[in-house]
């Protein structure tokens, strides 16, 4: 069966990361609330910064700050497309939607749509 994933990588201040830990449980909640097969959050553990690219060069992680790396699964395109759109309207995303209030810089968060080839 086909899969869909949408894919995240996010630098994270060390001194937020349990704040980060809160949102991305509320947040996760509502995305399998509303369809989404799995929500995982995963803070780098054996990541090196790379001589032409890493996950720290990627997002232009600072000293006092560590890498996440997120994903949702979906069924197609279709189902998150249909996912998204429904937790973008849902009323609890509203304070985590908040720039203001994310624990994280969002303008360095890379993210994506990838369409599953190997599924083992």
Not at 51 to 60: D, E, G, I, L
Not at 65 to 79: D, G, L, M, P
């Amino acid at each position: 069966m086909a899969r869909y994933v949408d894919g995240f990588v996010v630098p994270v201040p060390k001194s937020k990361l349990d704040a980060y830990r809160r949102m991305a449980r509320k947040a996760g909640k509502i995305w399998r609330e509303h369809g989404a097969l799995e929500f995982r959050e995963c803070v780098a553990e054996d990541v090196k910064s790379g001589k032409v690219t890493s996950f720290p060069q990627s997002v232009k992680r600072k000293p006092s700050e560590t890498v996440v790396f997120s994903w949702i699964v979906f069924k197609s395109r279709a189902q998150r497309d249909s996912v998204n759109a429904k937790v973008m309207e849902d009323p609890r995303m509203a304070d985590l939607m908040d720039p203001g209030a994310m624990p994280f810089d969002g303008k360095r968060m890379i993210y994506g749509g990838f369409e599953v080839v190997v599924d083992v």
